[in-house]
């Protein structure tokens, strides 16, 4: 079926930039954007159908490329003690923090886990979302591991979004395996990765390097296992300190680094060299209370390339709604509104290794993209949130969500 959609604005976010097409015309065959331009120049194709689009703005679908969507219970009731005035650190002596989170979604099942991964996953989706990314990290053994992948491709299968699955073992230290890290990184390295890969879970593997949780010589031990198992990697880098763990993920060619509140300029600098994207979390830094910029002009001047997401998890960034990080990603981190959009398309396309098929309205790419009643590009970063009136198109097809 083809189909020509006018009556429409593109913002084409090619190269990274709006490159607007005022009065635009999108055909679309087969799943793919077959021709885009000025509809005045519109080849004479055979279109089965015709969309009058009332003069939206069309982008393309938006991709949140950092979450951890799936996970058993939620911590608001340590959000509430700790605005009663209980510390984090008697909150995490009575067993709370991450390690309530991974008692929780061990102690649920595939199915219950599902449930409500799918609620937030769809939340994410009412916003534009088209494309989004799944870590695990969450169980820390193999079959919990293992749960947590599945239900990310059980939401890829059964909602109309494109799902990616990442292999965050390297999360946290389990329980079992106290004051034992680098074992559980062999565990991890001969056991976990290679069951979960061999199965057909794992687009990508990543990991916290940080001083509470793993050190650069494991996460390398771990970046060597996946580059002998063929896969891609990321890195929750620089968040707390810097330990530049972003430059050892370029080291490796790394996707993405994520967070970067604390990196320096030679990690910009090697970050860039290899393509590695800059992946920018501003929910948690809001969620956390953070006053550690991450270096905007260093990333700028250095030409890395700059996604946003919103790192949906229980603990440090609850945040349901991708729009409203791009609004906080122009607030908090002095981003602008084209800069932000480009975070959550094309750079959020190239930070899951999706750089040549998703992310920005060319031919040849997926025909995944929102028809926005907006008076400009900029309202996706100016409204806080809030359900903008659009229509959303996955794969040539009009979805209702
Ligand atoms: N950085 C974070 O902020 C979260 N994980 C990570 O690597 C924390 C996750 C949690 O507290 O549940
Ligand atoms: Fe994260």
Redesign the pocket.
């Known amino acids: 079926m083809r189909t020509l959609w006018q009556h429409c604005h593109a913002a084409t976010m090619t190269d990274g930039r709006y490159a607007i097409i005022e009065d635009a015309a999108i055909v679309t065959s087969a799943g793919l954007i077959e021709w885009i331009g000025p509809r005045v120049d519109v080849p004479p194709v055979a279109a089965d159908r015709v969309v009058d689009l009332g003069g939206a703005w069309v982008t393309p679908g938006l991709i949140d490329c950092h979450t ?1 969507a799936v996970f058993g219970g939620n911590r608001s009731g340590e959000f509430e003690q700790r605005l009663q005035g209980v510390s984090y650190a008697e909150i995490a002596a009575q067993g709370g ?2 390690a309530s ?1 991974v008692r929780a979604t061990r102690a649920a099942s595939e199915d219950e886990l599902l449930a409500s991964a799918r609620q937030r996953v769809q939340a994410l989706m009412r916003d534009g979302v088209t494309t989004i990314e799944i870590k695990s990290g969450y169980g820390l053994d193999l079959d919990n591991e293992r749960k947590m992948l599945r239900v990310a491709r059980r939401l890829g299968e059964e909602l109309p979004v494109t799902v990616r699955s990442t292999c965050l073992a390297a ?1 946290a230290l389990p329980p079992e395996y106290a004051g034992r890290a680098d074992d559980y990184i062999d565990h991890i390295c001969e056991q976990m990765l290679p069951a979960l890969a061999s199965e057909g879970l794992v687009d990508a593997v990543d990991a ?1 390097c940080e001083h509470l949780a793993f050190s650069p010589a494991q996460v390398e031990r771990l970046f060597i296992k996946a580059r002998d198992l063929g896969l891609p990697v990321k890195l ?1 880098a620089e ?1 707390l300190s810097s330990l530049h763990g972003s430059s050892l993920a370029a080291r490796y060619q790394a996707l993405s680094a994520d967070h970067l509140e604390f990196m320096t300029e030679e990690d910009a600098i090697a970050m860039a060299a290899a393509g590695t994207v800059a992946v920018l979390l501003p929910g ?1 830094f809001y969620f956390l209370r953070e006053t550690q910029l991450p270096p905007m002009d260093a990333l700028r001047r250095h030409g890395v390339k700059i996604a946003l997401a919103s ?1 949906l ?4 960034s609850p945040g349901l709604s991708l729009r409203l990080m791009l609004n906080m990603g122009c607030t908090c981190f002095r981003m602008t509104p084209e800069e932000a959009l480009a975070g959550v398309t094309v750079h959020a396309a190239t930070a899951l290794g999706l750089g040549d098929s998703h992310g920005s309205l060319e031919v040849g790419k997926v025909a995944d993209f929102i028809a926005w009643q907006i008076e400009r590009p900029a309202d996706l970063s100016y409204w806080l949130g809030g359900d903008l009136p659009k229509r959303v198109v996955r794969l040539g097809h009009e979805i209702s969500n």
Not at 313 to 316: A, Q
């Open positions: 951890h923090g991450i989170t999360h916290f929750h968040q948690a790192d998890n229980p603990g440090t």
